[in-house]
């Protein structure tokens, strides 16, 4: 993957953020990725979003979506992002590893920014814990939590307990957020609870508000509780130049704590 691309923005400016990242949604709007990234980012870090439109938790409804994932790469180019994230652990784990890779591998070629997704930035992340036992817990059906335990194995992290109320996508982008964060302890606690060997937790899922059950559970654990965003995040504040001009409050968690 390419390097990342400093964009010349070295000192903290009140109007200038010194950091951006460019997220592809995988849907045609943009609510709880923006609204929890502004709870767990730094001051001076922007996100810039654009969107796809994928219909399912399906292969075909992702490979559907490929074509408008380059013109929304060139899009966050053009926007002169530091990094660009693909959103959506569900479009990664459908389309396997070794696929995923190649389209981030193709994505920095085509742009020269650092191309990342947030299933290899999960990975990333619990590979700086240490982590090859993991308990998971998701919204998602059967098939997406297969295929989502079968790429984590490929990067040597073996899911050893797994919690799900399986959702249709449809399903996931109108469910209340109180309910989500209800959802987030109710499961995250059955998963680690099933499994003491477990080292960490996963609560992936772009649409799932669980930024405030990460506190929660890791008082009750004791160990590091992942999202999307915070993996994200994380993995663009640990690419960025150093040193930080700005750390994240690590009152959300683990993974904030240690950028």
């Given at each position: ?34 609204y ?63 696929k995923?890779?190649?389209i ?59 919690r ?5 996508l449809d ?47 890791e ?18 504040l ?13 009152k ?8």
């Amino acid at each position: 993957m390419a390097a990342f691309r400093p964009t010349g923005r070295t000192n903290m400016s009140i109007v200038s953020p010194w950091l951006t990242l460019g997220y592809v949604i995988p849907h045609l709007y943009t609510d709880m990725d923006a609204y929890q990234f502004y709870r767990v980012a730094p001051d001076g870090m922007m996100l810039v979003t654009t969107g796809l439109n994928l219909k399912e938790y399906s292969l075909a409804a992702v490979e559907t979506e490929l074509p408008a994932l380059w013109r929304a790469f060139d899009r966050l180019k053009k926007k002169n992002v530091d990094r660009i994230s693909l959103s959506g652990v569900p479009v990664a784990s459908v389309l396997g590893r070794k696929k995923m890779r190649e389209i981030l591998d193709e994505g920095a070629q085509r742009t020269g920014i650092a191309c990342d997704t947030d299933l290899e930035a999960h990975i990333a992340t619990l590979q700086r814990f240490g982590v090859t036992k993991l308990a998971l817990a998701t919204r998602w059906p059967e098939n997406v939590n297969t295929a989502l335990s079968n790429y984590l194995k490929e990067a040597g992290i073996e899911v050893v307990s797994l919690r799900a109320q399986g959702r249709s996508l449809d399903q996931n982008k109108v469910s209340s957020p109180l309910a989500d964060h209800e959802l987030a302890l109710e499961l995250g606690r059955a998963a680690l609870a099933a499994a003491p060997e477990a080292q960490a937790l996963l609560l992936p899922g772009g649409l799932w508000f669980a930024i405030h059950a990460v506190p929660i559970l890791e008082a009750e654990f004791g160990k590091p509780v992942l999202l999307n965003i915070t993996s994200t995040t994380w993995a663009a504040l640990n690419a960025a130049p150093k040193p930080l001009q700005q750390k994240p409050d690590p009152k959300w968690g683990k993974v904030m704590a240690g950028c």
